[in-house]
């Protein structure tokens, strides 16, 4: 009895692994690796349109192409032994009235199973920061679908995403190892600030403030450039930065990685690599509607390149060197925090969080006029900075 028992366990187990019953072989697989986010021809016209379309009117969702999204993806079938390793790159492209939409249209495209959830990179147009609507619906979407990988690189784009997908970069296979290539590289280049699809949907929802590195097209040398970053105020852009500008940013957020400052020094450049920065806030409140803010930036890094005659080994010129980055970076970082972010009441630093943390009775008062508060807020900000290494010396 007890061994008829066994043999029917085991018999009942052998059932249930057997495989999943949806089971799709790879090469009938389109795992999508990239997607593209741009207008459509329509969008222009989307209110007028709208306004014609009753609720009760039937195939409503035909009337509109105000998005178009693409939809990046590596042909495993050209995998193999005998054709090598490099994969081809398709893409499917579909104008739709919505993210939706489009997922439909473009599975009617495929032969293969589509599938999410390995995206790497998602290329926004910088064009759809003028729909603000239209962004908002695009960002819900992508926020409330599962299959959507949250933890993918977000980039802007100066024109079309269609075309930044189609384009092959010369020592990457596609864009999108490009992409996450450049953003995973952010310890050793300064003006790249990486920005993943989680991040950038909690920081636009909680404050409405946002920051994307940005991509552009070189026609003259056929090429993808990262130039800089743009600034997102209540989803929309306000400012653009560029290479060195949002070096300093990134600076002030604090953190590791390395970023390279030059200050011409007896006539001479002198490169000094930073490696870590933290920055420390103090507030004072003693007057809600006049803050103060105290941001002391400590940095600590390395002489990467200066004028071979100086002898670095001499404490009181390493001094000197320090005090000329203290005043240099301190006022560097001055001018982007009131005309980039505080003139643009973008509160990328934190200032708000260390507020809400630290003295949550003022934040209780002013967090309804918290623009009007930090655009007129007083912020000073002091640098230390300390030379940790010199290089090789006579």
């Known amino acids: 009895m007890r061994k008829n028992r066994l043999i029917a366990g085991i018999i009942t187990v052998s059932i249930f692994l057997t495989g999943c019953v949806d089971r799709v072989e790879i090469d009938r697989r389109n795992i999508i690796s990239i997607l593209g986010i741009d207008i459509g021809k329509e969008i222009v016209k989307e209110k007028e349109i709208a306004e014609k379309i009753d609720p009760s009117d039937p195939f409503a969702q035909k009337e509109i192409k105000k998005l178009k999204i693409t939809y990046g993806f590596p042909d495993v079938s050209s995998l193999g032994e005998s054709k090598g390793t490099q994969t081809k790159v398709l893409y499917f492209t579909s104008e739709a009235y919505s993210m939706e939409d489009a997922m439909v249209k473009n599975t009617s495209k495929s032969s293969r199973k589509l599938n999410y959830g390995m995206e790497r990179a998602l290329v926004i147009s910088q064009d759809i920061f003028k729909y603000e609507d239209t962004f908002r619906e695009v960002l819900d979407y992508i926020s409330r679908n599962s299959s959507i990988n949250k933890s993918m690189y977000v980039i802007a784009c100066e024109g079309r995403a269609e075309d930044y997908i189609k384009y092959k970069p010369n020592a990457e296979a596609n864009l999108e190892n490009f992409i996450s290539g450049l953003m995973e590289n952010t310890q050793e280049n300064a003006s790249i600030i990486a920005v993943k699809l989680n991040d950038f949907i909690t920081t636009l929802d909680k404050n409405g403030n946002a ?23 209540d989803y929309k852009v306000v400012e653009e930065l560029n290479d060195l500008e949002s070096g300093v940013i990134k600076l002030l957020k604090g953190g590791s990685g390395s970023i390279s400052k030059v200050i011409y020094y007896k006539g001479h450049p002198l490169d000094f690599t930073i490696k870590k920065s933290k920055t420390k806030i103090k507030t004072n409140t003693n007057n809600p509607d006049k803050l103060v803010f105290d941001l002391k930036l400590t940095m600590e890094g390395d002489i990467s390149g200066y004028y071979y005659h100086d002898r670095l080994e001499d404490p009181n010129l390493i001094s000197d060197i320090e005090k000329n980055f203290n005043e240099a970076i ?63 010396t006579k």
């Open 211 to 233: 920051i994307l590195p940005r991509i552009q097209y070189d026609v003259t040398k056929d090429e993808v450039n990262l130039t800089g970053s743009i600034l997102i105020k």
């Open 330 to 392: 301190g006022k560097e970082c001055a001018r982007i925090m009131k005309f980039k972010l505080q003139d643009n009441v973008v509160d990328f630093v934190g200032l708000s969080d260390s507020i809400e943390a630290f003295h949550n009775p003022t934040w209780i008062k002013i967090k309804e006029n918290w623009d009007e508060v930090y655009k007129n807020s007083e912020i000073n900000i002091s640098v230390d900075t300390k030379v940790k290494r010199i290089g090789l």
